[in-house]
């Protein structure tokens, strides 16, 4: 059974740091772009980062670009969101997405070009 789960969410101050982790089970990420996506309440999902199949390219949103960091190790099957001088605007639910095309890497900051996800982890930056 596929499956994405994510971990390393929780409650941090303000100008704090978090890392997330995204790992895959029922089979390999090596072959595929991976995505951190957040919706906040009330508000769209956005993309916040992505990074292609090897992690020689990265991708990021203005308003995390200098403070998150997208990673991946292949040989433990796992990606990561490390996030620094975290905001309250950060408070969000966070998704791993999975991209099997990788002629969509391009798009990667679109959902729509995502086949697998994650169930989410809570991001909660608050004094």
Do not use: H
């Amino acid at each position: 059974q596929l499956q994405l789960v994510e971990s390393g969410g929780g409650l941090v101050q303000p100008g704090g740091s978090l890392k997330l982790s995204c790992t895959a089970s029922g089979f390999t990420l090596d072959s595929y772009f991976i995505g951190w996506f957040r919706q906040a309440p009330g508000k769209e999902r956005e993309g916040v980062s992505c990074i292609s199949s090897r992690g020689g390219s990265t991708k990021y949103a203005d308003s995390v670009k200098g403070r998150f960091t997208i990673s991946r190790d292949n040989a433990k099957n796992t990606v990561y969101l490390q996030m620094n001088s975290l905001k309250p605007e950060d408070t969000a639910v966070y998704y791993c997405a999975v991209g099997t095309t990788f002629q969509f890497f391009r798009l990667c900051e679109l959902s729509s070009v995502y086949n697998y996800w994650g169930q989410g982890t809570q991001v909660t930056v608050s004094s």
